[in-house]
């Protein structure tokens, strides 16, 4: 199987905008029936060997055990619980306003109180409407689907590989369904103190000093797939650091700059993950050596902390 086929946001752009909101409307009945992570660890998705999961959640409000799963393979939406009984349905054909729908319905059938707490999109063009009403939204082409669950797989193998080199604090490779991105951050120890007007999520976030590094499909913004590491709180001088593979380059973004490698670049080079990999690792260098990290104590080369061992 091709590593990192091709996936222009034009061809399916119609199928992810439908995706996204099916993912916001599960995502915030995880964020409801979840207990709370540091820095929203508990929101996210995972993959799985077929989609993406919650992951068991409940237990929040007397609920039960319950994991809703996202097959695209099969192109179902299934919602189980621990005892053994699931509901599922297909994804094709239904608009956002029919998903909605079938998920209250299937979540009641197995006893499941979980709702989202406001029940429309965040931080999309459609924010003000609920989820309920949005029957505009109703395009998903499955092979365009299963594509997107494919290259996340693969985006998050990389990720991992490149997450076994740091030893400190990081996250785990998580699908995160407001920005749709595949995200892992390393942490410093540092705290970071956030400005009055910051919003709870921003705050928890970013409480920490962080170098996160990334995966996404592209949006109006920026229209296409892309690679990207970003350091927060931003040091001066960051975007006069090098970058790896040579089409990388530090992009402006609002009053900082992204580190940005994109996904057709890097489909160019002889060895994409190599590619992949050298890119997450001179970004978060830049970010580093910039911060003040000390990058050689907090190495783990080959995910071996035991020098001992290496």
């Not at 030893?167 to 103190?193: C, I, M, N, Y």
């Not at 229209?223 to 990388?248: C, H, K, Q, R, V």
């Not at 260098?285 to 061992?309: F, K």
Request: aromatic fraction near 12%.
């Amino acid at each position: 199987m091709e590593l990192f086929p091709p996936i222009p946001l034009a061809e399916w752009r119609d199928t992810k905008e439908t995706l996204h909101r099916f993912a916001q409307v599960v995502g915030k009945i995880r964020l409801a029936a979840s207990v709370q992570r540091n820095h929203w660890w508990n929101v996210p998705f995972r993959l799985t060997g077929r989609g993406i999961t919650t992951s068991p959640m409940g237990q929040v409000g007397g609920d039960p055990m319950f994991t809703i799963d996202f097959d695209f393979v099969a192109h179902r939406l299934v919602v189980s619980v621990l005892d053994g009984r699931e509901v599922s349905f297909p994804l094709a054909g239904r608009s956002v306003a029919s998903f909605y729908a079938a998920v209250v319905d299937a979540l009641s059938s197995l006893g499941v109180r979980a709702r989202p707490a406001v029940p429309r999109p965040f931080d999309l063009p459609d924010a003000g409407r609920p989820f309920p009403e949005d029957t505009e939204h109703v395009v998903y082409e499955p092979a365009h689907a299963n594509r997107y669950w494919r290259v996340l797989s693969q985006v998050a193998s990389v990720l991992e590989e490149f997450a076994a080199g740091y030893s400190g604090k990081v996250s785990p490779v998580h699908h995160f369904w407001h920005t749709f991105d595949l995200a892992h951050t390393r942490f410093s120890e540092r705290h970071v103190p956030q400005p009055e007007q910051a919003d709870p999520v921003t705050r928890e976030a970013y409480s920490r000093e962080v170098i996160s590094s990334g995966f996404w499909f592209g949006d109006d913004a920026f229209p296409e797939p892309a690679f990207y590491s970003y350091t927060a709180p931003e040091p001066a001088g960051l975007a006069g650091e090098p970058l790896e593979p040579a089409s990388a380059h530090w992009l402006s973004r609002d009053s900082g700059h992204l580190a940005v490698l994109r996904y057709d670049d890097a489909r160019a080079e002889s060895d994409r993950r190599a590619a992949v990999l050298a890119f997450y690792e001179s970004a978060y260098r830049a970010g580093a050596r910039r911060a003040g990290w000390d990058i050689e104590e907090l190495a783990c080369p080959g995910g071996v902390t035991d020098p001992h061992l290496r």
